[in-house]
């Protein structure tokens, strides 16, 4: 059976593939020896979306488990409103529209689409700022490069990061447990 790959790792491996690598190595650890304050707030952020507590409104589903047979991804969408058939995810503090929140997104509308979910709208959302970034809907070739990207996900080989020393994963929060 092929496992399914974590929605909420692609913005991690887009990072830095050994970064997806040492957030599942220390994902079982107490959090409290390697967050910093911005993992700690994000997690807080997301917690009125996890206990479906964000929005009393029928229309708006808020922690939705989604996934995608055709791509083998699953995780958990923040919030869909049906109404306005907008898909929104939400970060703490966006400065910069990454490519990973940008894949990160379009794997829930993926996963969404195929569950038979209709999406006129993505948005990702910043909190701090309570800014909203509308995204285009996916194009055909957009669909080919995130399927491109699922692979390498899918192939990577801890094996070839020997040695691995990034400027962006000795200043991650794995730095310094792992350098």
Known sequence: MESYIQISKINDFMFCPLSLYLHSVYESFDTSLYHEAAQIEGRANHEGIEQGTYSTSKHILQGL????????????????DEKKKLLVERKTRIKTLWPGYVYQVYGQYFAMREMGYRIEQIALH??????????????????KRFGFFIDQMRAFDIRRYKNHRCHKCMRSIYGLLTW
């Open 126 to 143: 910043s909190l701090k700022n309570n800014k909203r970034y509308f995204l285009p809907i996916p194009t055909e070739r957009d669909e």
């Open 65 to 80: 488990s989604v996934y995608s047979e055709r791509f083998g991804i699953m995780g958990r969408i923040d919030i869909y």
